[in-house]
């Protein structure tokens, strides 16, 4: 079996330039050229330098140019040239190729690599609903062609029968596959714009209409309608049989053998491959569409919960209130409130308790602004600190900040030697400034010492393995103050 990258392969049939274009700001330009040129071109693949250009001519017209570089023609004022220009990168590319047969004969030639590349780029594209029940005809194929008598018989079926056979079967299953992903991606794009519905209307119309599905599971259904599922499993246990018996192995390996050239090894090899990828999609189809059965139901819940937020929570209730108000003002223009005082009611609220706003307590109340605030720094003249005064403050700020350097020194005094340990029962300290080192030794890890050197160390206490008991904890009374017991252990 060959063992080289997928890219490796890739590098010996399309350049490093042929996906460069879809990165391209005028990947759109580039996209619509060679959908239009390939469906032109038709099965001969090729068209004139002429039809070329003016096919490029409309697409780049259909698109804003300022997608284009300069290098694709945005400079260029003259249509024609652009397009000359597009069409030049598109060769580039190795999209298309130019084939001159005379001096005024020139065509344009679709590169093999660019079909392959279109159709992937449509299946992405996909977002028609009929692909949820396409699906089942090609299963429903498949079933058939494995319930044929003597199919995968060995005894029966020459070895290039057996290898055209489990090869045809492989390829419909695999587009069975894309399709049931597709599928996928097709409920997921609901999703995405049920959540964006406006109104409940909206939201009805996505779901009955556009989706057309309703809520039944159409995968599930499609496929017990006419006893799909069934008719897989039993198909995979046949193809389970024949993944063990010798003899089919021989027979198919043999017809790789003839078909494609290869040793014996290899032939093995792919012979032992196909037959499990065969077995193992089959197996897969079940789970595949059960997961996307989950995501309709999905779909169908996000649909209801829409639908009940935009009636019951946001509703119409507001636009009717609007509409009533509006109704009134038309009806009672240039009226005062004062002239309803003895009139009759339109209608009887049915709340125990109403109130309604008028007058100026319906009014927009402005905001309390706060009094201005004095943002000046330092204090009067008057008042003014001596220089040695600030200094005196910033002196006691400093002897009471834990820095680094004061733990630095703690600890070469403590252990001047690398990997000794000491804890606090062993250490005595007398002042404030000492118990200040101890904390800056418990807050920091590292620092540079006096000599230039960085003194590392490490801070183990029980607390650590007693958090959830600490009345077990021990403590050990330091300058005036009690403190859980810990160790210290320099390591540099």
């Not at 590349?117 to 079933?143: I, N, P, Q, S, W």
Request: proline share 3%; glycine share 6%.
């Amino acid at each position: 079996m060959s063992s080289e990258f997928l890219s490796t392969r890739l590098s010996r049939s399309v350049s490093a330039d042929f996906f460069r274009p879809l990165a391209r700001p005028s990947a759109p330009v580039y996209v619509d050229c060679a959908d239009r040129l390939v469906e032109e071109a038709g099965e001969s693949g090729r068209l004139t330098q002429r039809e070329t250009t003016e096919i490029i001519k409309e697409v780049i017209a259909r698109h804003p140019l300022s997608l284009l570089d300069e290098d694709e023609g945005a400079a260029l004022r003259d249509a024609r040239q652009r397009a000359g220009q597009f069409f030049n990168r598109l060769i580039a590319a190795g999209w298309l190729e130019d084939q001159t047969l005379g001096l005024h004969e020139r065509w344009a030639v679709i590169t093999p690599g660019l079909r392959p590349m279109l159709r992937m780029l449509r299946d992405l594209a996909e977002d028609r609903v009929a692909e949820l029940k396409t699906f089942a005809d090609t299963l429903r194929g498949l079933c058939q062609t494995l319930e044929e008598r003597n199919v995968l018989d060995p005894q029966v079926r020459s070895a290039e029968e057996l290898r055209s056979t489990i090869t045809d079967l492989s390829h419909r299953l695999e587009r069975a596959i894309e399709q049931l992903h597709a599928v996928e991606k097709i409920v997921t794009s609901f999703e995405q714009r049920q959540r964006h519905t406006a109104t409940a209307a909206d939201t009805l119309s996505l779901l009955y209409q556009e989706f057309g599905q309703g809520q039944h599971m159409v995968c599930y259904d499609a496929l017990r309608r006419g006893g799909l599922l069934t008719r897989i499993e039993t198909a995979r246990s046949g193809v389970s049989e024949r993944h063990d018996d010798p003899l089919m192995r021989e027979r198919l390996a043999q017809g790789l053998r003839e078909h494609y050239g290869y040793d014996d090894i290899d032939a093995q090899d792919h012979a032992v491959m196909m037959l499990t990828r065969l077995e193992r999609d089959l197996g897969g189809l079940k789970r595949r569409a059960e997961a996307i059965d989950l995501r309709m139901a999905a779909f169908n819940r996000l649909s209801q919960q829409r639908y009940r937020y935009q009636t019951e929570l946001r509703g119409r209730r507001p636009e009717l209130v609007k509409a009533y108000c509006d109704a009134v003002n038309a009806a009672h223009s240039g009226r005062r409130f004062s002239d309803f005082s003895g009139g009759e009611a339109d209608f009887t609220p049915r709340c125990v308790e109403t109130r309604f706003f008028f007058g100026t307590e319906s009014l927009y109340r402005p905001r309390r602004t706060k009094s201005p605030v004095d943002l000046t720094f330092g204090q009067s003249g008057t008042n003014r600190q001596s220089e040695d005064d600030v200094l005196a403050a910033w002196k006691e700020r400093q002897r009471l900040a834990l820095t680094p350097q004061r733990a630095a020194r703690l600890v070469a005094k403590l252990l001047p030697a690398k990997g000794a340990s000491t804890g606090t029962e062993e250490i005595h300290l007398e002042t404030a400034d000492d118990l200040l080192d101890l904390l800056a030794v418990v807050a920091y890890e590292h620092a540079p010492a006096l000599s230039g050197k960085r003194v590392r160390w490490s801070v183990d206490g029980a607390r650590r393995r007693h958090g959830l008991e600490p009345h077990i904890i021990e403590h050990d009374k330091l300058a005036g103050h009690r403190i859980e017991r810990f160790s210290v252990t320099r390591e540099a």
